[in-house]
Nanobody, 121 residues
Framework: QVQLVESGGGLVQAGGSLRLSCAAS????????MGWYRQAPGKQRELVAV???????NYADSIKGRFTISRDNAKNTVYLQMNSLKSEDTAVYYC???????????????WGQGTQVTVSS
């Protein structure tokens, strides 16, 4: 099994910054896409940012210029630096990864348990 464990959420004032981390552990042969989604109360889960091993990054339009995704492939860890936070960024942030457990195995999508980010105005 592959586990994704997020950390770094919390309460911050509008205009402030937070850095989220997500570490993948377990039996891992390879990770392709690794990124972040969020879900606000009463809304659907949405993509925030994703980083691919070889093909760059994608960002949601709502966070471009404010959030930066990065990865440490040696540690199977993805980060999300969030600056200039707004009240509308308040949500549960989920880590997501596509991973293979063996060389001949299938790509499987995994989710973390989520971390709460609350931005007060």
């Amino acid at each position: 099994q592959v586990q994704l464990v997020e950390s770094g959420g919390g309460l911050v004032q509008a205009g402030g910054s937070l850095r989220l981390s997500c570490a993948a552990s377990g039996t891992i042969y390879s990770i392709n896409a690794m990124g972040w989604y969020r879900q606000a109360p009463g809304k659907q889960r949405e993509l925030v940012a994703v980083m691919f091993t070889t093909d760059g990054t994608n960002y949601a339009d709502s966070i471009k210029g404010r959030f930066t995704i990065s990865r440490d492939n040696a540690k199977n860890t993805v980060y999300l630096q969030m600056n200039s936070l707004k009240s509308e960024d308040t949500a549960v942030y989920y880590c997501n990864a596509d991973a293979k457990r063996t060389a001949g195995g299938m790509w499987t999508n995994y989710w973390g348990q989520g971390t709460q980010v609350t931005v007060s105005s």
